[in-house]
Every structure is written in C-alpha cells, then in structure tokens.
C-alpha cells in the first residue's frame, strides 16, 4: 500500500507533464489554428476572384500611416457590434485586410474608424485637416502634420498625397465588389443560421453620417420652432471653421477649399435647400453631410444661415430682364435648366451640381463675380470674353429673379 502510494506519487510528474503539453496543445489548436482556419476558408469563399491591391502611391501612403501612428488613435476594423455597424458600416470581413501587412487594425479609437474611410471626404477636406486638424474640426485633438506640407495646406508635399491617396482606397475593395459581391459572398458563406456573420451582410456598406450623397433621399421634417441659442453653439462648433463667424465664408480651412466654402451671407436660401445641403451634404465638395443631427438642431442650423442674409434689393427694370432671359437661354440651360432648377441636359455629368436658382439667391455682387471670374473648382466658367458686360450684368439680374423663396416653408 504504502510502496504503491508512493510509486503512485513519484510518477505525478509524468502526469503533470502530459497534462500541461495536453493543455498547450488544445489551447494552441483552438485558439490559434481553429480561428485560423475558418478564417482561411472564410477568405477563400467569401472573396472577390480578383481582390484589387493597392498601387504604388497608395502602398506609400499606407508606410506614412504606419510610421506618423494614425493607427494609435484610429482602428480599421468595423466591429461585429450594432454600435458599430449603426456609425460605420457593414463589419470588416477578413477578406478586406488580408493585404494588409503588417496589419493597421489598430485597438483605440480616439479618433473615428477609418476602414471606409474612402468614400467619405474629398482631398481638399484631408488635406486641410491634416495640416491643422483644428482649422477644420474646432475641437479636434489630432495632431497636425504640417511637415507633410510645404508651409500651407495647398501645397502638399509627396507623402500627404501618398496618405491621402491611401486613406481614399480604404474601403474601396468592398464597395467595387458592390451588391453581386455580397449577394455572392452571403451564398458561399454558407452561413444562413449563423447570426454573427449575418450581421455583416445585413447594414448599410457605409454609414459614415458625414458621406455626401446626392440629393433626394429621405430629408427629415424639420420643426417649426428652433432654439437659436443651440443654433448658434452649433454653427460655431461646427461649421464657423469653414463659412466663418458671421457666414462670409472666410474661416480658418477655407483659405484651401476648393470650390471654397459659400458665402452664406451673400445668398438668400429657401429652407429646403438649407436642409438638403446640410442632410446630403453637397456631393463633390467638402461639406459633409450633417445626419448624426436631429431635426431639432437641423431647424436651429437652417435659422442660423438664413439669419446671416442682409440687405434690400434695388427694384431690376424688366426690360434687363428680358435681355437676360435671351443670354441665359441661349448660353446656361444646359446646366442650370430652362427654368433655373439646376437640372439641364449637362447637368448630370457634373460631380458638383449646377446652381437650383429655384432655391437659391445669390446677391448681385455675387452673381456678377461668379459669372466674370467662374466658379473655382467647378464647371462654372468664366463668361467674361464671350458674353458683353452688359449682357453679364443682365443675365445676373435675371437668374436672380427666378428664386422662389420658401414656397410655402
Ligand atoms: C492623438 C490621436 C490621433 C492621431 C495620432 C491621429 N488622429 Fe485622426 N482623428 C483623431 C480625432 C480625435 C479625430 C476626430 C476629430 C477630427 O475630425 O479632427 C480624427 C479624425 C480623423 C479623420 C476624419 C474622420 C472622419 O471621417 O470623421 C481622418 C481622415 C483622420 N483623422 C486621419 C488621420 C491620419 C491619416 C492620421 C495619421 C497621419 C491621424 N488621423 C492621426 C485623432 C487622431
Ligand atoms: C469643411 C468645410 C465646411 C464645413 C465645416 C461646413 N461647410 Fe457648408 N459648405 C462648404 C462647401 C465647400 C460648400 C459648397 C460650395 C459650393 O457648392 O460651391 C458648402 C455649402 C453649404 C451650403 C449650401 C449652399 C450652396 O451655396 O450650395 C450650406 C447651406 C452650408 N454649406 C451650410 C453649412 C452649415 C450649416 C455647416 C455646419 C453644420 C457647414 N456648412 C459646415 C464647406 C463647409
Ligand atoms: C457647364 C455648365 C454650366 C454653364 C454652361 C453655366 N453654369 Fe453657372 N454654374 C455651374 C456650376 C457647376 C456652378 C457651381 C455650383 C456650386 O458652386 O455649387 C455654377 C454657379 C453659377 C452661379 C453662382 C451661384 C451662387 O449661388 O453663387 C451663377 C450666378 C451662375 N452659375 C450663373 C450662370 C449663368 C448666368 C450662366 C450662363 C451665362 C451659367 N451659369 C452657365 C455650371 C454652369
């Protein structure tokens, strides 16, 4: 008894032993080539024939990323967690980083997530933000990457435009494989009872509430009455570092925006234009849309920018009309529309729309200026040359006459 106790005791290493490499090994298998393979599989059957790389540029880019640290403050990885999904996206799928290497991921997010980052903003916004991250997001606490610049945010050096070239490529892959590439991907899956992986097919691809789209979608009622207080915190946390204090669009960024940010104090607006811009953001420049906001703060923001119009007009006598109405049909109803709505023939091809004079009133020093010198960084060009100057200043009248006000609100 006591010999086969004490055998018993001596061999306890041996039993320790097996067991401790038992356990490694069940640990190593099921947290390292279990994960690993369904991973592998799920690349293998989830993915595009031909997942697009990244150009040269764009593999630059990515190294300047890695190196300034963007990926201590910005994760690249869109959960599978409702949270998530409602702010960003669709949740990555393995397939869409496995280029990436070594991986940018990231684990903290002091900044947004950036894995569809591509699609959200225009250069001219990158480009100002990173330069001085606060002339642009009042109260950001990025850091600015001014020696990426050559004194100003308009003169990029090489690598901010290797940065920016990759931060547009995030998210694309996904977006190129479009609705087909996810039908496919949700068919070979083979995941109909899987609820997780359901979740990554089930939202919008992106959600960013900063994405600008155009127009038409879903506008929110707006209620009648707005706080002007809260309109007025709102505007100068918000959109004062690109329009200006008092709305003359001279902030700090708009120095670099182009086309630059309007002179809302210059212009009359009907409501509806106010809350399309602000909903939709205006597609191809750097306003963003504003959709995190309620209607509530929407209305305050929509009182605040008509707020900033002054100024009486002088009555416009209609013989200078009919002149103008003869050089505009002749000359702008391919873009601005026979009846000024911004929807002429031409009109789609533009990636920033044509004026709706409909719904919006520039004042006659701004009309005379865009059609003497055009409007920078749009399809508006300068009419000086081939239109008389007093043709110029007839054609300015009469767009000017064809708002329509607030139409009923
Ligand atoms: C100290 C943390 C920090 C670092 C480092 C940092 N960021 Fe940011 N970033 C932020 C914060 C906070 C915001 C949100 C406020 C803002 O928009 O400025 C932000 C916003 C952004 C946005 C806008 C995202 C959106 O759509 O709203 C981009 C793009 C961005 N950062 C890119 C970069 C790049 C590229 C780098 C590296 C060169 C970088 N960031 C480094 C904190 C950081
Ligand atoms: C990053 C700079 C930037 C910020 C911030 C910004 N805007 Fe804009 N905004 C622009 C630019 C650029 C345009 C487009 C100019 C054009 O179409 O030529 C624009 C257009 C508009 C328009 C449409 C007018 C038009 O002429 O088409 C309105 C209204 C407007 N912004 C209001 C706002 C409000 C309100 C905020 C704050 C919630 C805001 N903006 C924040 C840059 C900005
Ligand atoms: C090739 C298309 C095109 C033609 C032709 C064209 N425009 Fe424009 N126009 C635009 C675009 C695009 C804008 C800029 C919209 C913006 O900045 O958001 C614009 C802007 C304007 C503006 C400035 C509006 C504002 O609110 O500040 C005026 C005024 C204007 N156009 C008048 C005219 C007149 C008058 C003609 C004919 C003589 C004309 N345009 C011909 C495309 C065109």
């Known amino acids: 008894m006591t010999t086969r106790a004490g055998r018993a005791l001596r061999m306890a290493y041996v039993v320790a032993m097996v067991a401790g490499v038992a356990f490694f090994v069940m640990s190593v298998t099921l947290l390292g080539v279990w994960p690993g393979r369904v991973l592998d599989r799920q690349v293998r059957t989830m993915s595009p024939e031909r997942a697009l790389g990244l150009t040269v540029s764009e593999e630059r880019g990515r190294a300047i990323y890695g190196r300034e640290g963007c990926a201590y403050c910005h994760t690249q990885q869109i959960r599978f967690v409702h949270a998530d999904m409602r702010r960003f996206g669709a949740p990555t799928l393995a397939w869409e980083t496995r280029f990436d290497y070594p991986h940018l991921w990231g684990t903290r997010r002091i900044g947004p997530d950036l894995a569809r980052a591509g699609s959200v903003r225009t250069d001219d916004w990158h480009f100002a933000h990173l330069f001085a991250p606060r002339s642009v997001v009042t109260d950001s606490v990025m850091p600015s990457y001014a020696w990426l610049f050559d004194g100003s945010p308009d003169r990029p050096l090489q690598g901010a435009r290797d940065l920016v070239v990759y931060l547009q490529s995030l998210g694309r892959a996904r977006e190129l494989a479009g ?113 995190d906001y309620p209607p509530d ?113």
């Not at 083979?190 to 155009?214: E, I, K, V, W, Y």
């Not at 002429?344 to 044509?354: C, L, R, W, Y």
């Open 179 to 291: 609705p087909d590439g996810e039908a496919r991907a949700r068919e070979r899956c083979d995941c109909a009872g899987d609820h997780t992986m359901q979740m990554a097919f089930g939202s919008a691809l992106n959600a960013s509430p900063a994405r600008t789209r155009t127009s038409g979608t879903d506008v929110p009622v707006l209620p009648i009455s707005v706080n002007e207080r809260r309109g007025r915190q709102l505007y100068a946390a918000n959109c004062a570092s690109c329009h200006g204090p008092r709305g003359a669009g001279d902030g700090p960024a708009a120095a670099s925006l182009v086309p630059a940010p309007s002179d809302l104090s210059s212009h009359e607006y009907a409501t509806a234009r106010i809350v399309d811009a602000l909903w939709n953001g205006v597609a191809g420049t750097a306003m963003q849309a504003w959709r």
């Open 297 to 409: 703060d929407l209305a305050a923001l929509t009182g605040v920018v008509q707020g900033f119009h002054v100024g009486q007009d002088a009555a416009v006598p209609d013989s200078l009309l009919a002149t103008g109405e003869r050089v505009y049909v002749a000359n702008c109803v391919q873009c601005h529309g026979r009846d000024g709505r911004g929807d002429g023939s031409a009109a789609g091809e533009f990636t920033i729309a044509p004026t709706n004079f409909r719904t919006q009133r520039p004042s006659m020093n701004s009309s005379l200026r865009a059609l003497r010198e055009g409007v920078r960084g749009t399809r508006m060009a300068s009419w000086t040359g081939r239109l008389s100057e007093s043709e110029i200043v007839a054609v300015a009248a009469y767009v000017r006459s064809l708002y329509e006000s607030n139409g009923g609100r």
